[in-house]
């Protein structure tokens, strides 16, 4: 995403992605009208197996004034399975914020975990151990972390 006052990038989106209940991919795009960012699933192929399942990790939330991340279910263990009990808040801190969107950015995204590490690492365990997703909200402009919570995926 551009700041259409700088010009400079302030976010960006992966690659967008829809699977159907099978785990078989389905073919998914994003399109836009120079506002809104709208992404499209091709859900009436022959052989969709439903409910679909299409899920940006990057989207605004709590009525625009957040940037929320969701971390998907193998994100989460992976997560989970690289931060141990043991780990300085430093070290989960890294691994957290690792491809964060430039709109937040990595240090801001390191302080925050940093304050709340042991919640949020505990939060992570549980997740991946309840096969669950973690969702982050970060408050638009200054990025501060201000909640998170465990989500279906």
């Not at 299409?54 to 989970?80: G, M, N, Q, W």
């Amino acid at each position: 995403m551009i700041d259409v006052e700088t010009g400079e990038p302030v976010a960006a989106i992966e690659k967008p992605w829809a699977v159907d209940a099978n785990g078989v991919e389905v073919a998914t795009r994003y399109v836009t009208d120079g506002s809104n960012l709208v992404q499209v699933v091709d859900h009436r192929q022959a052989d969709i197996a439903f409910p679909v399942t299409a899920d940006p990790k990057y989207f605004t939330c709590d009525a625009y004034t957040h940037l929320c991340v969701k971390f998907s279910k193998s994100e989460t263990k992976k997560i989970r399975n690289r931060v141990d009990e043991g780990a300085t808040a430093a070290i989960f801190a890294g691994v957290l914020c690792t491809g964060i969107p430039a709109l937040i950015g990595k240090a801001t995204c390191a302080a925050a975990v940093a304050l709340v590490g042991t919640k949020l690492r505990k939060s992570f365990v549980s997740a991946a151990k309840n096969g669950k997703c973690i969702e982050l909200h970060f408050f638009i402009p200054s990025g501060v972390l201000t909640r998170w919570k465990t989500v279906n995926c």
